[in-house]
Structures are given as structure tokens and as C-alpha cells.
């Protein structure tokens, strides 16, 4: 299995562009999350889904749109990026209470 | 809503030494405590776990306590090893990952 995926692993954007960031798991899990993590603040949880079809907002949603099409992928959206996007985000799989973690993607909004 | 405080922010031992991290949280009804190491350019990942009817859990090197009362729960990593040396976050629960805050991470250096 290789776990959680994330690409890019580095992207660096100019505010006002889109991207999406991309996540996939192998692992058949229902819950999958999309947290950023910044300096002095720790993980914070930007959107979650229960499952294909289903999505929520966490704390910091505002800039970020979700979808989940199949139980595999769970792409974030950024639409128009801006400096406070700055980040470093991570992409979750969940199975039970075991969190899996993917390897990141770092972020920077010019 | 829930608030979580991690203390140290930056800790170094001498290996072989104890390492000990700190967290409080702030809502009674958060039941669910994982601990979670980041390593360098790579994701957290669990490393130990306590919910909120437990007091103690201990898994060879590492141990985490709760009370409950006091609102805390402590990392204790024992005979420290330079493979040790990471950042360590605390989180706390309520019901699910749907509500989960995490500490603002502890960056541990086992000096050899």
C-alpha cells in the first residue's frame, strides 16, 4: 500500500492564481481530512469528508473548496490564492481513531 | 470551542535521558488524546493514543498520563535515542477527527 499520496510536493503561486492540491489513499478509508500547518499554530482542519459525496467544513475554511467523487481522491481548491495561503498542508486518511498522514505539500503564495 | 496548550515548545536532552511534553486542554467533554511525531519533511504520524477513561498507557519507550481533573496529559519518552528527534504534537477530541485541536507542536533534540 503506499498509504496517503500528496502533489505536488512544492508549489509556489502568484496570488490571484488557482491550483488544486491533490490527495489520494489506497487504504479504502471513509474519512479523509485536509489540515495546514503553520508556524507557532500547529494542524488546523480546513475541510473533512465521511465519505464519497460528502464533505464539511472545518475551522478555516474560508479560500478553500473540497469535493469527493470517489473514496480515493479528495482534492483542495484553491481558487484565487492569496499570501495568508502560505502554508504547509496535509492531506489525512482515517481509519477508526489511527490517523494516516500524508507527506505534505508546501505552499507559497508571492 | 476546545484550546489546547502544549509546553515546551523547544526540549533537549542528553540521550538516554527522559523527555517529558506537556498539553492542557480546555473542554471537560473532549474525550480522545493522540500523540503524533513529525519528522523532518514528512507528516505526523501516531504514536501513542489515551482516551478519556484511562489513566495510563505505556508502549515500550514512550508513556502518556491523563488527568482528568487538572484537564492535562503528558508525553514521557524514556532512554532517549537520537532517532527520537522530532516535533511532537498533542491534539484533543470531542466525539471524532470532525472536532480535533491540535498543540502547537514540541521540537525535541536528543543530543548524543
Known amino acids: 500500500n503506499a498509504g496517503v499520496t500528496q502533489t505536488p510536493k512544492f508549489q509556489v503561486l502568484k496570488t490571484g492564481q488557482s491550483m488544486t492540491l491533490q490527495c489520494a489513499q489506497d487504504m479504502n478509508h471513509e474519512y479523509m481530512s485536509w489540515y495546514r500547518q503553520d508556524p507557532g499554530m500547529g494542524l488546523r482542519l480546513i475541510h473533512y469528508?465521511?465519505?464519497?459525496?460528502?464533505?464539511d467544513q472545518g475551522e478555516v475554511p474560508n479560500g478553500y473548496n473540497v469535493s469527493r467523487s470517489t473514496t480515493e481522491d479528495f482534492p483542495l481548491r484553491l481558487l484565487s490564492a492569496a499570501p495568508s495561503q502560505t502554508s504547509v498542508y496535509f492531506c489525512?486518511?482515517?481509519?477508526?481513531?489511527?490517523?494516516?498522514f500524508g507527506p505534505g505539500t508546501r505552499l507559497l503564495v508571492l | 470551542g476546545e484550546n489546547v496548550e502544549q509546553h515546551p515548545s523547544t526540549l533537549s536532552v542528553q540521550e538516554g535521558d527522559s523527555a517529558v511534553i506537556k498539553c492542557t486542554y480546555s473542554d471537560s467533554a473532549s474525550n480522545y488524546f493522540p500523540w503524533y511525531k513529525q519528522e523532518l519533511g514528512k507528516g505526523p504520524q501516531l504514536i501513542i493514543d489515551i482516551r478519556s477513561n484511562v489513566g495510563e498507557k505505556k508502549d515500550q519507550r514512550i508513556a502518556v498520563t491523563l488527568n482528568k481533573t487538572a484537564k492535562h496529559f503528558s508525553l514521557h519518552i524514556t532512554e532517549t535515542q537520537p532517532e527520537d528527534s522530532a516535533v511532537y504534537f498533542c491534539?484533543?477530541?470531542?466525539?471524532?477527527?470532525?472536532?480535533?485541536?491540535f498543540g502547537i507542536g514540541t521540537k525535541l533534540q536528543v543530543i548524543p
Open positions: 491534539a484533543a477530541l470531542l466525539g471524532g477527527y470532525q472536532k480535533v485541536t
Open positions: 469528508s465521511v465519505g464519497a459525496g460528502i464533505t
Open positions: 489525512a486518511s482515517t481509519k477508526g481513531e489511527t490517523q494516516y
